[in-house]
């Protein structure tokens, strides 16, 4: 993918937005006390972070898994 704009642009509001989701989430889990939950929306908002302030490494470590998976299931 390179250095595209635009696909740095649409990762970072699609990450943003699964970002501010988790955390809506995530305090209404821990109102509840369903700690399970809370931390698996925890680790989903670090991935999320992880998109939006590492653009780039998240497209380099995303188009190396798409490349595995593609070379699993050969056309």
């Known amino acids: ?15 943003s937005v699964f970002g501010a989701v988790l955390a809506v989430r995530t305090f209404g889990h821990w109102g509840k006390s369903e700690w399970g939950k809370l931390v698996t929306c925890l680790l989903g908002a670090a991935v999320a972070a992880f998109c939006i302030f590492s653009t780039q490494k998240a497209i380099s470590i995303l188009s190396f898994l798409g490349e595995k998976l593609a070379s699993v299931f050969p056309t």
């Open 1 to 15: 993918m390179g250095n595209n704009e635009l696909t740095s642009y649409i990762i970072s509001i699609v990450a």
